[in-house]
């Protein structure tokens, strides 16, 4: 199955997500510029695919680097922005899915389970 471009993939997000940062929730309205982060980083394994990527602004996208989803997410609260985990935990649970059916990504399934398990871990805790 062929993926889109990277631009199409962006308004893919955009369209998917809403007009704002999945990480510090600044609206991507023109004065800050929307960039597809991968949730899951390449380096680490992550496709290429809708389902691994979020709009973000381009500090987020920028300063996260190849963190994990959740080390990061923590960094964003301890800054004082509001995350998006809600968002967060649907784009891991439907790359998991898209995993599952696409088959692949060898490398991506054990830092994914571990973001998934981490970030299940933070709902508990709160709850």
Request: charged letters at 35%; aromatic letters at 4%.
């Amino acid at each position: 199955m062929r993926q889109p471009g990277r631009a199409a993939r962006l308004v893919a997000a955009h369209a998917r997500d809403g007009s704002t940062c999945l990480w510090c929730g600044r609206p991507l309205d023109g004065r800050v510029t929307a960039t597809t982060d991968h949730v899951i980083p390449k380096v680490k394994g992550g496709p290429s695919w809708l389902e691994n990527e979020v709009a973000a602004c381009r500090r987020c996208n920028g300063e996260r680097g190849h963190r994990g989803a959740v080390d990061w997410l923590e960094e964003c609260e301890r800054r004082g922005w509001t995350p998006d985990v809600g968002r967060l935990a649907r784009v891991l649970d439907d790359l998991e899915a898209a995993i599952a059916d696409r088959g692949g990504q060898r490398r991506a399934r054990p830092h994914l389970d571990a973001q998934r398990r981490r970030l299940a871990k933070r709902t508990d805790r709160a709850a």
